[in-house]
């Protein structure tokens, strides 16, 4: 009850996560998947795992989600997506390739 009456930012931190989305940068410089369906309104753990010996990136401009992880190591963001549409992505080797990709909000 009192977790209701915190800020939304603050109370976020205190819930679990619904939804979990996790990219994986690959040893040929790729990412994968590359396509997400996910609710909107819920939680939701962004991870980016770099699987090689590279630094990946992960960027969605749309909502200024930007996420580095470096070589054999992983980051995650929680993050809501409130509104449905498309969200395209950039991920791949920072500095290199990039593939694009998109999370679908439903």
């Not at 996910?38 to 630094?55: E, F, Y």
């Not at 749309?62 to 470096?70: E, F, K, P, V, Y």
């Not at 395209?88 to 290199?96: L, N, Q, S």
């Amino acid at each position: 009850d009192r977790g209701e009456k915190l800020p939304s930012n603050i109370r976020e931190l205190l819930l679990e996560p619904k939804v979990i989305l996790t990219l994986e940068g690959r040893d040929d410089s790729s990412c994968t998947p590359l396509n997400f369906d996910v609710p909107a309104g819920q939680l939701i753990k962004l991870n980016l795992k770099a699987t090689s010996k590279k630094m990946f990136l992960l960027s969605i401009p749309q909502i200024g989600i930007s996420l580095m992880a470096d070589s054999g190591k992983a980051v995650s963001k929680i993050i809501r997506f409130d509104k449905t549409g498309t969200f395209a992505f950039k991920c791949g080797v920072h500095g290199g390739r990039e593939s694009n990709g998109k999370i679908i909000v439903k």
